[in-house]
């Protein structure tokens, strides 16, 4: 028999010092008289949630196997990221590691859907505008409630970024993955493109470097959310360097890009967009820095409540997770002191319980 846990400390969003009673997966309020303390202090976060990730990826090498996907999963999960949303897998590993004891809870798109050459070799599949709607319906159904989308990416022809489909082609895509109960994940960082998706009704913009003012009205009055991945975004340099020689335009495009996000992510904010953290690990950006992520945010001029909120107990309720309330999911991050103070508290962890078990301390 499983021994009943308990955690005392100051527990947000509430800001209650008070006690937690885990019993396996679910908290309650009700004292248990034989519970075994696992902690009498500090502050007590639902678990973080890294909401833009990959881990059937990784920055420097092919992932060949489910068992490496897992272990890259454990290296958010020892940054305390206990909720991951996998936006978009090579590898696949279905629902496979779904209920694995060990794992962060996962919401996973399938595999990126792109168009032909225009992607990152080998990560997604690519169709035509003629065979979107059919690989979305696919994709929907490989995933457990999301569809990830490559609405831009560098067109040669052109020199530059550029929609992967047309318009009305992207927003029937975003209609086929709704009716097939899946919700649209979109990655753009182009203006053109991201113009007509958010107005196509998607549920989230990945990255959304080019949002413009009115897009953000839009974002705002639909309840379309923003994960911006600012770590990834600093790395636009080398890439746009690498690029210059065949593509100045882009080249130039990119890093106007880079340099405008902080300025969007300010302006979402403040039109009451939701925002949420995602790392885009597994890309160019290593595994386990979610904390880091939500120090960016908090530059961006989120202040640390809302940046908590953005990384913890809202992202969870976004992604259907319940908090550290009665019936709710044991899953908690505990940090000696307060990260509302000083948000580099997140990068210190003192104890980790995951589906009300211990995992890290």
């Known amino acids: ?37 696992v902690i009498d202090s500090g502050f007590v976060l639902p678990g973080l949630v890294d909401a833009h990730c990959h881990i059937g990826m990784r920055p420097t090498s092919q992932v060949d ?10 290296i958010d999960r020892a940054a305390g990221v206990l909720t991951i949303r996998d936006a ?11 209920d694995d004891p060990e794992m962060p809870r996962l919401v996973r798109a399938g595999q990126h859907i792109a168009a ?25 159904a490989l995933g457990n409630g999301w569809v990830k989308i490559v ?26 993955a709704h009716s097939a109960g899946a919700r649209v994940a979109v990655h753009t960082f182009g203006e053109e493109s991201v113009a007509g998706l958010v107005r196509a009704g998607v549920d989230s913009v990945e990255h959304g470097t080019g949002l413009s003012d009115e897009d953000i009205s839009v974002m705002a009055a639909a309840g379309t959310a923003l994960v911006p991945t ?19 335009k882009y080249a130039d495009h990119m890093l106007a890009l880079r340099d405008r996000l902080p300025g969007v992510v300010s302006a979402a ?22 904390a880091r992520e939500m120090l960016l945010l908090h530059s961006a001029g989120l202040s640390p409540a809302e940046v908590l909120r953005a990384g913890s107990w809202g992202a969870r309720e976004w992604l259907g997770f319940p908090g550290l309330v009665e019936g709710g999911l044991a899953d ?12 580099e508290v997140l990068l210190n962890p003192t104890l980790i319980v995951l589906r009300g078990r211990v995992v890290g301390r």
Not at 10 to 37: I, K
Not at 65 to 74: D, G, K, M, P, T
Not at 230 to 247: C, D, H, S, V, W
């Open 1 to 37: 028999m499983t021994d009943v846990l308990h955690v005392r400390g100051v527990v947000l969003p509430d800001d209650v010092t008070g006690d937690l009673w885990l019993h396996g997966d679910r908290v309650s309020l009700t004292p248990a008289p034989d519970a075994v303390t």
């Open 65 to 74: 196997s489910i068992a490496e996907v897992r272990s890259l999963a454990l």
């Open 88 to 98: 978009g897998s090579p590898v696949h590993y279905g629902a496979s590691l779904d």
């Open 116 to 140: 032909p050459k225009r992607y990152m070799r080998d990560i997604g599949v690519e169709v035509s505008a003629s065979e979107l709607p059919d690989e979305v319906r696919r994709q929907a």
């Open 151 to 176: 609405g831009d990416w560098i067109d040669r022809s052109v020199g530059d970024l550029s929609p992967s489909w047309d318009a009305p082609v992207m927003a029937e895509a975003v209609a086929v």
């Open 230 to 248: 600012m770590l990834n975004i600093a790395t636009f340099g080398p890439i746009a360097e690498q690029a210059r020689t065949k593509f100045p």
């Open 269 to 290: 904010h403040e039109a009451g967009v939701a925002i949420y953290v995602g790392t885009d690990a597994g890309g160019t950006i290593e595994h386990g820095l979610a």
């Open 332 to 343: 908690l991050v505990v940090y000696e002191d307060d990260p509302r103070k000083n948000l």
